[in-house]
């Protein structure tokens, strides 16, 4: 396999398929008028594992249909013959290294690969040596426990452990999965009011229901490896918006305070988050953690549209029945293995299958 081959096959097709799966997934939560926050992250999803589903469908395959059907557009079922399974009986297999370009490709992708796994456990063992910075107990900060102990029993999660941190990071952020630890920066905190105190812990509670840092792991993994690809970025930060959005609905519906004092408290949050690195000449530069620092990373806009949402949040109804979910499950899976099929032909004899 040449490189020309290899993008024509497999980077393109990646990008290609990505768009449609991003244009398609935004149709469909703008026409069925979704609103529940896990149903849309669901879709949003699509352009991050579609592409890698598609690559892994027999090459050949796509000659067959077009022999078949002459065209230059079509609409199919994906059918999928891995990769791996191609390895010794496909001659343009990305695996074949008969040819120097072969060669390239494979030394190439596999660099880019170790880079990403140093990335990802870089990632990991900052978070980790964060969360055990400092472990607090209720007698050492009883205001924090009493603000987590009554809204735990009213979402019915377990208590997360508790860590403040003394490094410049502000942004509070969850980390582990079975066993949840909340990290929290005590310079951040006491330039908080109680009432902001209590929206900033409430909402990372509300990632903890929600399961949001298993969802953030495996969308910032999966844009990672799409690196090349603008559209996973755009997949992945909305659904970091969409993630956000859940948490303010679950405050909402969960708290003694009225969506003004929770809007209010937010806007201050952002900016006090802001305030603190910008006296230490930085921002952060970690995107993996659902925070309110992220909205800085994108403009101001996204927080206009937050307060907006909030504001009108407990007259707003995102849950849906069953039913409903088991419809939307379905199509999801039929977007994800149905293609649309776009055959440019260069030649008598060469043809690019976007699909």
Known sequence: ??????????????????????????????????????????????????????????????????????????????????????IDHIQNSPFNDSTIDSRIIAVISLSILIILIARWLNLYLFYRRLSHDEIVTKNDVPDIFLIIDNFISRINIPGPQITLTHRNFYSPFVIGIKRSMLVLSPKLLDSLSFEEKEVLIKHELAHIKRKDNLISWVSLILKDLLFFNPFSYIAYYLIKIEQEKGCDK??????????????????????KIKNLNSAQGKSSAVDLASNFNMFQRINYRVIDNRIKNILIMKNTNLKMNRYLKAFYLLLFLFLLVAQILLVVKINDSSFIFLR
């Open 1 to 86: 396999m040449t490189i020309l081959e290899f993008f024509r096959d497999y980077i393109l097709v990646m990008l290609y398929d990505s768009f449609i799966s991003l244009a398609l997934a935004l149709i469909i939560i703008y026409l069925f008028r979704i609103k529940d926050t896990t149903i849309r992250i669901l879709f949003l999803f699509l352009p991050l594992i579609k592409p890698f589903f598609v690559i892994t469908e027999d090459l050949n395959y796509n000659n067959y249909y077009f022999d078949s059907r002459p065209g230059v557009m079509g609409f199919r079922i994906v059918s999928p013959n891995t990769i791996f399974e191609r």
């Open 250 to 271: 679950i405050i909402c519906e969960n708290s003694h305070l009225t969506p003004k004092e929770i809007a209010k408290s937010t806007i201050t949050l952002i900016l």
